[in-house]
């Protein structure tokens, strides 16, 4: 059987580029395909923090309920928002070769600011936690919207400075001049990483797209998503994971802060690669016994405010 692959997508600029992307590749590899475009609800609703609509899986619900409705055979996620647990029915076919996992501040004159008072614009709590944390001197707002609008709310507001994905602005071709990048920030588990899923029955699609495949991409984002699933952390806790293959081992290197920014665990641990099944949650259990179960208990409590 041969047929054409609905790819489904969010309509950002961004999103249409990952989604091409997959198209791409998957049209090199001698499939049909068509891009299926969507707004999603956190596209949709601009005026309040993310945190505040209390919605797993903001950016992806819209398409699981296209690809569960069948209009859409797949769908392409930026991987760090996709929710720990995927809908029923609904599986990981691919984890693509990651991009740059590092946040980057981009800054209107200079980074003097860093030194006095401030104020820097970010719509996830997990940058607020750790820049306030690290500059509990700084003013953070709420900054939302697609990169091209957040962009230019930077530009519109008087901030000094907005934190953003370095490989979302790359892919685009948007990265300012003025940036630096946050070499001391913990990203989001699996970030910088594309996930496509598909039915878990439609052996076709899963076949096709498993060729696209990147193991060490898939190892490492597993891991960090380990990470966050066990801490209980939705994509809009105050939670970094990153992971890396480096030679034989796996170095893992994990954050949980309170939502001020006045706590803050921090786990740094390594083990063979053989050895990653359960590492994530193994790290995750190190940061619980270190004090992480009263930060959670508090950060539900003020998600809850």
């Not at 997508?9 to 992307?21: F, I």
């Not at 395909?33 to 505040?52: C, F, H, N, R, W």
């Not at 096709?208 to 490492?220: M, P, R, Y």
């Amino acid at each position: 059987m041969n047929k054409t692959i609905r790819i489904g997508t969010r309509d950002s600029e961004l999103a249409l580029w990952q989604a091409h992307t997959v198209e791409r590749k998957l049209n090199d590899l001698g499939f049909a395909t068509e891009i299926v475009a969507v707004k999603s609800q956190g596209d949709i609703i601009l005026d309040k923090p993310l945190y505040e609509l209390g919605i797993t899986g903001i950016f992806t619900k819209t398409l699981d309920i296209a690809m569960l409705g069948g209009q859409i055979d797949i769908a392409v996620h930026s991987m760090k928002d996709v929710p720990t647990a995927l809908p029923k029915g609904i599986v990981q076919a691919a984890v693509l070769k990651r991009a740059s996992e590092k946040d980057i501040l981009v800054f209107k004159d200079n980074t003097v600011f860093l030194h006095h008072s401030a104020t820097v614009a970010t719509g996830s709590l997990r940058r607020q936690a750790q820049w306030l944390n690290r500059y509990p001197h700084h003013n953070v707002v709420d900054l939302r919207g697609n990169v091209n609008t957040r962009l230019q709310k930077l530009q519109d507001n008087d901030w000094n400075g907005a934190i953003f994905a370095q490989a979302g602005l790359e892919r685009i071709n948007l990265t300012p001049e003025n940036h630096v990048a946050l070499d001391w920030m913990i990203p989001a588990p699996a970030q910088g990483a594309m996930v496509v899923v598909a039915m878990e029955h439609d052996a076709f699609c899963i076949d096709a797209v498993s060729k696209l495949n990147h193991t060490e991409s898939e190892i490492c984002t597993q891991i960090e998503r380990e990470f966050l699933r066990a801490l209980e952390g939705g994509c809009t806790a105050p939670i970094g994971a990153y992971a890396e293959i480096v030679g034989k081992d796996i170095r893992f290197e994990g954050v949980l802060c309170s939502i001020d920014g006045q706590q803050k665990i921090h786990i740094e641990k390594s083990t063979p690669v053989e050895d990653y099944e359960n590492f994530g949650r193994q790290c995750a259990e190190n940061a619980l016994q270190s004090g992480g179960y009263e930060i959670m208990e508090q950060i539900r409590k003020d998600l809850k405010k």
